[in-house]
């Protein structure tokens, strides 16, 4: 996953990119990448608590000038927005190979993976949902955050909270995020079946309103409302589907919260008489 992350980052500039080492026949500038170790939520190195890679990037030309502006290259390419990431980059120093004359320059990156953290928010905006709307409709305890619970519930009218999806835009800060929330309303079909789906909408578009925050400085925006039928053997039901923007952003922690990077216990050693920088990192993450 990672790695077809990187190559599609850093394919295209001026220099080749390569895993662990220049192939043989190939000639400098060259970029290598090696993936140094994981960390994971039970790490608790991760920033938000995520999981990723930790990174490191060797750049190799034949001068030290040529070396340090494709360093920046490689650099301005990081720390561009990449969705779904979170980059962190340390600049390691340089060293020179004398064997094959050519320079080199070390740059560190944690590179967190925001997907699981959209996957954890859905489950606290599908409980917040349900929370808000338990007890304040006609629809009673009946509300469900899960497909499960919704699908075997057999008291009606029932409520059904899901995601349809979340997307993260990073700007290595402030992330901004947008998911889709949508509410089911299911009651039997009969004859009484469109006023309560109508009364319904009405009460929950009453709690799920622009201003109601279901999560801190999130805004709510009612999208589309539509009607649909289904069955289960001799059952037949009827359902009223509203449909919502939830967009919010979430501030990077005060950094007195976070384990500094350059302390998350992994000791980058770099060995200047090595053409390959060896790291060792202290973390045992079995």
Request: net charge negative; aromatic share 6%.
């Amino acid at each position: 996953m990672i790695e077809k992350a990187i190559t599609e980052w850093l394919g295209g500039l001026s220099a080749k990119l390569y895993p662990l080492i220049v192939p043989e026949g190939n000639n400098v500038p060259a970029i290598l990448y090696r993936i140094e170790s994981q960390f994971t939520p039970e790490d608790e190195h991760g920033p938000y608590g995520a999981e990723g890679d930790r990174v490191r990037f060797s750049i190799w030309d034949k001068g030290y000038k040529s070396a340090s502006e494709l360093k920046d290259e490689v650099i301005a390419v990081l720390e561009e927005a990449h969705p779904g990431y979170l980059i962190s980059i340390e600049d390691r120093g340089d060293l020179y190979d004398k064997d094959s004359g050519v320079c080199g320059i070390i740059i560190d990156a944690e590179v967190t993976t925001l997907q699981t953290i959209a996957e954890g928010e859905q489950s606290g905006i599908r409980e917040a949902a349900r929370v808000a709307l338990t007890g304040n409709t006609t629809a009673g305890p009946n509300v469900f955050a899960t497909r499960l619970g919704f699908a075997n519930c057999d008291s009606f009218p029932c409520i059904g909270v899901r995601i349809d999806d979340t997307q993260i835009e990073s700007d290595n800060g402030v992330q901004k995020r947008a998911a889709k929330l949508e509410v089911n309303v299911k009651t039997l079909a009969d004859v009484t079946a469109e006023n309560t789906l109508e009364a319904l909408t009405i009460q929950i578009e009453a709690i799920l309103h622009p201003d109601a925050q279901l999560l801190p400085g999130s805004a709510l925006d009612i999208t589309d409302i539509s009607s649909r039928f289904s069955s289960v053997g001799r059952l037949n039901y009827e359902h009223r589907l509203l449909s919502f923007d939830l967009d919010y952003r979430t501030e990077p922690p005060d950094s007195g919260d976070l384990v500094d990077f350059n302390h998350a216990d992994v000791d980058w050693q770099t060995n200047p008489s090595t053409t390959l920088p060896e790291a060792k990192d202290t973390l045992s993450l079995d």
